[in-house]
């Protein structure tokens, strides 16, 4: 089991950085790939980015390409989203996930996901 918990959400201005962080419990965290969604006000949940369990393999979707960057440090058991050039839309709760599985397919392709945070807000407002 993996418990989940995400942190570093706040209030910034449009373009400005955030950095989200998720803190993981549990030995299996470090073979299962980790990622991120968000729900914006009045949107359906999406997918951001994903990391396999090694760090060496990220995806993301092409909202966030060349902005957001994910990261992971096994030997502190916790995932990040570091968030750059921030836009109004970019405004949802953050939520950290994990997958069964190592790979950033296992992930992306899983049907569901077990392991769920209960997410940081972030707001992006001038």
């Known amino acids: 089991q993996v418990h989940l918990v995400e942190s570093g959400g706040g209030v910034v201005q449009p373009g400005g950085s955030l950095r989200l962080s998720c803190a993981a419990s549990?030995?299996?965290?470090?073979?299962?790939?980790m990622g991120w969604f968000r729900q914006g006000p009045g949107k359906e949940r999406e997918f951001i980015a994903v990391?396999?369990?090694?760090?060496?393999?990220?995806y993301y979707t092409d909202s966030v390409k060349g902005r957001f960057t994910i990261s992971r440090d096994n030997t502190k058991n916790t995932v990040y989203l570091q968030m750059s050039s921030l836009k109004p839309e970019d405004t949802a709760v953050y939520y950290c996930?994990?997958?069964?599985?190592?790979?950033?397919?296992?992930?992306?392709?899983?049907?569901?996901?077990?392991?769920w945070g209960r997410g940081t807000q972030v707001t992006v407002s001038s």
């Open positions: 996930a994990a997958a069964e599985g190592g790979s950033t397919a296992d992930f992306v392709g899983a049907p569901s996901l077990n392991f």
């Open positions: 549990g030995p299996a965290f470090r073979m299962k790939a």
């Open positions: 990391v396999n369990w090694s760090g060496h393999s990220t």
